[in-house]
Each structure stands twice: as structure tokens, then as C-alpha cells.
């Protein structure tokens, strides 16, 4: 038997609906040399049953059913079960297109790349809108060449941070224990990449749309409320910061993901008094956790802001919690 190029692993949740789309672009790919792994992770519909059909018709499916943990603990296990010289995630209601496969793979071997990354497409399923989101140019070397040639453009874009536009040597997560954090729902993905790109030797960046991200508004992970939305916030940017010690980062790049900490700590903030549903008193102990924690106290005096945000940064800094209250209330 040949041995598996590519391992392709597919969370499953009450995906009936799109899984076979997804499935049917796998099985169109130009690159044979795939096993695909589902991975169904509790699922109350009749994913589970599509998920074993599929198995049953090609030798390359593999099916693993287990209780619902989560996107993360999902792919952590398709981790563990993978065969292949390198791994690919996929939504299961996402889309590849004929050649993603083959042009990764590509890249990679020539390279010698362990990690090989691709621009995507949004499509919004509500208008059919097609967005390309892509490198600007391509790109191979190293993670500390990267990180100061390429890595503020492709963060402030979004582009680095998704785990499914990235093919990556399976060895390389093996090797350093690089798993996705299953404590949360929400910016695990960028995590878990900022722990690929620490470790990676090579790099390899194609300029072209190689991925179909099917953008359903109603169901984006982003515009839900997290009750630990904070705590995940903390722990992408420990990775991250993580990241910039190893490859000695300039002081820029610690200035830019701090920004991002602070301007997502404080939309989360408003988010408590707008979509918790929690009782005010609830309200009020959170936004004194939160916005009197050490981490984000700090983070706000470095923080350059102007217009309401100066000000949230102020009543913050001098802990005006009563009048920051009224404030998130009134609005």
C-alpha cells in the first residue's frame, strides 16, 4: 500500500446539510493520494448515518463517532488518528476547489515547507457573494522571515489566523504537541496557528484562492456571545506572544496584537450588556473582572486610542466601574 500523502479532517455537528457538498469537492480533487477523516462529534441529526454511508463507499473514509466536545476536541482527535505526511482541516460546510490539494502539496515538497498556506474565498450564502481574500504576494522561507515580512498585513487581514486555508506536516504537531485549545469555542483557530508558525522551520505562502468559505451571517461563531470570550482572548495572546519571544519579534508586532487585545476586550464588554442576557448585577461583576484584571490593565496603558474608545480606556484605567455601568446601560 502507498503511503497517505494527505490526511483531510472534517469535524461533523448536525451537518446534514452541507456535508456532502463538502465531501463530493473532496472526492473532486486533482490529487488522489488522500485519506479523509469525519469526525462526528455528537451529532443529533443525521449526520452520523451520512458519515458511515460515505465510510462505506470509499476505502479513504474513515469514520469516528464520539460525544459532542467541540470543534477543537474534534479535530485534536482527528490529529491523533491521522496517517497522512500532512494534515488539512475542513469545515464540513466548506468547499475546496480541484486543485487545493495538489497545489499545496506541490509547494510544500519543493519548498521543504511544514507549513504551506493558501488564500480563500468567502461566499455569503445569503446574497451568493463572492469576496477573495489573498496574499499579496507569494512567499517562502522561514517563521522568523515571516513573521517580519509578511505578518502584520496577513494579521490585520485575517489571513494567517484560520486553521483550514493551511496545509501542515503532521510530524510538526506530533513532535511539539501542538493541539487546538478545547476549553474554547472562539480564537482557538488563531492560537493553534501562532503554535504552527513558532515552530515551523519552513514556510510557504500561495498567492491564490484555494478554499470556499461558505459565510452564513446567522450562524458566525464570531457575532455569538462567549461567556469565556476573555479568558480565550488571554490565551490567544499568550500564543502569541509566546510565538514572538521564540522568533524574537520586533516590539511593533507585541504593539499590534496588543491593539487587538484591548479593541476585542472592550467589544466584548459591550457584548455582555447587549446579548448575555445576564442579570445587571452579573453585568456589573464581569465588567469589574474584566475590566480590573491585571492583564487588561496593563494592556490599556500601552494602548493608543482615540474617540469613545479614549474614553472607555480612561474609566478603565481609573476603575470608574459605576459610571462605566451607566454608560454600557444608556447605550
Request: aromatic residues 12%; charged residues 30%.
Amino acid at each position: 500500500m502507498r503511503e497517505t500523502k494527505i490526511s483531510i479532517v472534517v469535524p461533523v455537528y448536525n451537518a446534514e446539510k452541507e456535508l456532502q457538498r463538502c465531501v463530493d469537492s473532496i472526492f473532486r480533487q486533482s490529487f488522489s493520494n488522500w485519506e479523509l477523516l469525519l469526525i462526528d462529534d455528537g451529532s443529533r441529526d443525521s449526520s452520523s448515518a451520512l458519515c458511515d454511508r460515505l465510510g462505506a463507499q470509499d476505502t479513504r473514509v474513515r469514520v469516528w463517532h464520539k460525544e459532542n466536545g467541540g470543534v477543537s476536541s474534534a479535530r485534536n482527535l482527528g490529529i491523533c488518528k491521522a496517517e497522512g505526511e500532512y494534515l488539512f482541516f475542513t469545515d464540513s460546510d466548506d468547499t475546496l476547489f480541484p486543485d487545493t490539494l495538489e497545489t499545496l502539496y506541490q509547494k510544500a515538497k519543493v519548498s521543504g515547507a511544514d507549513l504551506s498556506v493558501c488564500g480563500f474565498t468567502y461566499l455569503v450564502e445569503q446574497t451568493k457573494e463572492c469576496v477573495d481574500n489573498l496574499p499579496e504576494k507569494a512567499f517562502c522561507g522561514g517563521g522568523k522571515e515571516y513573521l517580519e515580512e509578511r505578518f502584520l498585513s496577513d494579521f490585520r487581514r485575517e489571513f494567517f489566523n484560520p486553521p483550514w486555508n493551511k496545509l501542515i506536516r503532521r510530524e510538526l504537531l506530533l513532535e511539539n504537541d501542538i493541539r487546538f485549545g478545547e476549553e474554547f469555542a472562539i480564537c482557538e483557530d488563531m492560537a493553534f496557528s501562532m503554535q504552527v508558525l513558532e515552530k515551523s522551520k519552513g514556510i510557504c505562502v500561495v498567492p491564490e484562492s484555494l478554499y470556499c468559505y461558505h459565510y452564513k451571517e446567522a450562524e458566525n461563531l464570531v457575532n455569538r456571545f462567549h461567556e469565556n470570550y476573555y479568558e480565550a482572548l488571554l490565551y490567544f495572546r499568550d500564543r502569541t506572544w509566546q510565538c514572538f519571544r521564540t522568533l524574537q519579534a520586533k516590539q511593533e508586532l507585541y504593539a499590534e496584537v496588543n491593539a487587538c487585545f484591548v479593541g476585542k476586550s472592550l467589544m466584548y464588554l459591550h457584548k455582555i450588556y447587549r446579548d448575555s442576557g445576564y442579570e445587571e448585577t452579573r453585568k456589573y461583576a464581569e465588567l469589574k473582572r474584566i475590566g480590573g484584571s491585571l492583564p487588561l490593565q496593563n494592556a490599556l496603558r500601552e494602548y493608543r486610542a482615540t474617540g469613545k474608545r479614549r474614553l472607555l480606556r480612561e474609566l478603565l484605567l481609573h476603575k470608574r466601574f459605576r459610571l462605566l455601568d451607566s454608560l454600557y446601560r444608556w447605550r
